[in-house]
């Protein structure tokens, strides 16, 4: 089954430092996400996007983060100085559709995530 | 806003039948989908509903009521690899996101 792949798999980095995550979406997905977790908590939608823009975004993703598709086949979350409090596993989601038919199956792949430690 | 309710954990033992329910609250509700993750790992897709009644996919099924604004993920004959936090998510129809619940830590006991 085609897979979302996300790099790295941990990062580590100092507090105000900036650090850009790597996503690698399912190619024929139209759609796609970032979501975080913090340890021990719920999954929590950061943004999606679209057609090369933003189409949702919650109170987390403010100024100081910020997505990019750069070419066909990646999608980067940079968060520009990082908080302690960004510390949290960081999921890229894709999805080939949304919304379209209400009976369909809309599902969502998620990639295994890029740990992030803040210190 | 949205709101979404499930048991924090939940303990069966193999072989058993287990019911995790979800209720929840939101404006312009589109569907219920069920994910399943073990360890911190991704969340993997297991069912979604956006019509009332039964989805059935192999030993687990998932249900909804909009009336009601419950639903309900079941697991049957329960192995050992089911041991993993199912997470319910609502999409709404004015928004491309997933809202998940908190999440439902089951635990498979031999």
């Known amino acids: 089954e085609p897979e979302v792949t996300q790099t790295p798999s941990h990062q580590v980095t100092q507090m105000g430092q900036e650090v850009i995550l790597r996503c690698v979406p399912i190619?024929?997905?139209?759609?796609f996400y970032w979501y975080r977790q913090i340890l021990g908590q719920k999954v929590e939608f950061l943004v999606s996007?679209?057609?090369?823009?933003?189409?949702?975004k919650s109170e987390i993703f403010d100024d100081q983060f910020s997505v990019e598709r750069p070419d066909g086949s990646n999608f980067t979350l940079k968060i520009r100085s990082t908080k302690l409090e960004d510390s949290a596993m960081y999921f890229c989601?894709?999805?080939?559709?949304?919304?379209?038919?209400?009976?369909?199956?809309?599902?969502?792949?998620f990639g295994s995530g890029t740990q992030l430690s803040v210190l | 806003g949205q709101s979404l309710e499930q048991p924090s954990e939940v303990t069966a033992v193999e072989g058993a039948i287990v019911q995790i329910n979800c209720t929840y609250q939101?404006?312009?509700?589109?569907?219920l989908s069920w994910y399943q993750q073990h360890d911190g790992g991704a969340p993997t897709f297991l069912s979604y509903n956006g019509l009332d009644g039964l989805e059935e996919t192999g030993r687990f099924s998932s249900f909804l009521s909009r009336s009601d604004s419950y639903g309900y993920l079941l697991l049957q004959e329960l192995q050992m690899k089911d041991s993993a936090s199912y997470f319910c998510?609502?999409?709404?129809?004015?928004?491309?996101?997933?809202?998940f619940g908190s999440g439902t830590q089951l635990t498979v006991l031999p």
């Open positions: 939101t404006s312009g509700f589109y569907g």
């Open positions: 989601a894709s999805s080939e559709r949304w919304g379209q038919v209400i009976a369909t199956n809309e599902k969502l792949f």
């Open positions: 998510a609502v999409l709404e129809s004015s928004a491309r996101q997933l809202t």
């Open positions: 190619s024929n997905h139209l759609y």
């Open positions: 996007f679209y057609n090369n823009e933003i189409s949702e």
